[in-house]
């Protein structure tokens, strides 16, 4: 019934996602493009590099625009940040505050941005969510939102944590499987991702299905 899975190519999890994936809406008020962390360091050349990060900009700039309201998330860490390798965390150096790896891509549109939402400020606040320790819902409490459509990086982490955290806040969300990539630290990571936002009540959705 919809497109192929090459149209919106998907990693590993591609096939599995496909089965998943639901009808996309029309665009009305109250919608939300959500943008996760489309910083250096995420894409090709940054510190923790997604592979296939530089994807999700060709739709996400096609799609901003298209939006009521249009927000970006971005790790903005301490040096001493608790999750860095260098302080027994798990991730390397990345999206330090005010640095260059911290910036988002010039690849982004950055004009349809709105409101940048500053996460994993503080040294023990892992940031993954971009409701975590932020303004974010109240945002968009008082934006008048009501659905979430999430996009960015990395799906296995922040654009996860984003989306499952949206649901418990009561939005309806909506994930975008052809603007999001993975860093898949294990292999299957982005399955199991996507699982389990499809099981915590997201809906798996192709941008250019959106009306
Ligand atoms: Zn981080």
Redesign the pocket.
Known sequence: MLDAAARWPLGVAGAAANRNIVNAPAIATGDALIIVDPQNDFLPGGTLAVAEGNRIFAPINALAPRFPRVYATR?W?PRDHA?FQAQGGP?PY??IANTPGAEFSALLERAHVDVVISK?TERETD?YSGFAGTDLAQRLQHDGVRRLFVCGLATDYCVKATALEGVAHGFEVYVLVDAIAAVNLAPGDEEAALEAMRRGGARLIVSAHLR
Do not use: A, E, R, T
Request: aromatic fraction near 24%; hydrophobic fraction near 10%.
């Open positions: 790790d860490h999750y991730w990345h999206c994993g940031g």
